[in-house]
């Protein structure tokens, strides 16, 4: 079932890609982005009645399942979830928008009962599997909804002259002050550094959850 909607939703970021080079094609770069994102998550977030990766890979698994670290891979998907959601929540808020993290504005920690704040690069196995036993899955999901919204309202307030421009040093620095990122993945603040706003949309938002629920397909196949 997952395989038609990759392949289009390939073709369609193909098609955003270029839409984000031209200026007077942004209403068209915004749709695309709105699209490509709804796929990405829970189809009640975006209420676009569109196909959801998250709810195809998600429907019918167990607690235990969403927890479990399959023999010979790395992630449970518990914890693509949670990353995926914390590079989202950090990058569009504090990068794109110079906006507070819904993690910390609503708090979510609290909620998912939780203590890590970062986005899990550079995180051991030990705990990666820690994480995966602990996390609140109901908040989780909540939090993860909380963050596609708010993603989506960050996107439409965007202007067009503001796609070419590059993160501020000031927002970087934000993403040390709170512990985003690891000190052993200082290397991503690096990459982020280099990117523009297009970049940043092609990327955390959207091709990143992509490549996360591929990932997060193979774990059900190994688990179900």
């Not at 038609?4 to 982005?33: C, G, V, Y």
């Not at 990666?128 to 993603?151: D, E, H, P, W």
Request: overall charge neutral.
């Amino acid at each position: 079932m997952m395989e038609p909607h990759r392949k289009a939703w390939n073709q369609q970021q193909q098609a955003l890609r270029q839409s984000l080079t031209r200026l007077d094609d942004f209403p068209a770069a915004i749709e695309l982005f709105l699209g490509q994102h709804a796929m990405l998550h829970a189809a009640g977030m975006s209420q676009a009645g569109m196909y959801s990766f998250e709810d195809e890979t998600l429907d019918e698994l167990t607690i235990e399942q969403m927890r479990t670290i399959p023999l010979n891979m790395e992630h449970s998907i518990a914890w693509v979830l949670w990353h995926m959601t914390r590079i989202e929540d950090a990058t569009m808020n504090l990068l794109v928008a110079g906006s507070p993290q819904i993690l910390l504005q609503e708090g979510w920690l609290e909620r998912m009962e939780i203590p890590e704040c970062d986005t899990g690069n550079a995180m051991d196995p030990g705990s990666m599997a820690g994480l995966s036993a602990a996390i609140n899955l109901a908040a989780l999901r909540a939090y993860r909804r909380s963050v596609g919204i708010r993603t989506r309202a960050i996107v439409r307030q965007l202007q067009a002259h503001e796609l070419k421009q590059k993160v501020a040093p000031a927002r970087l620095e934000q993403m040390t002050a709170q512990g985003v990122v690891r000190a052993e993945a200082g290397g991503l603040l690096k990459y982020w550094s280099g990117l523009t706003i297009s970049g940043l949309l092609l990327m955390p938002p959207t091709r990143h959850a992509f490549v996360h629920w591929t990932e997060a397909q193979k774990i059900k196949q190994k688990i179900s």
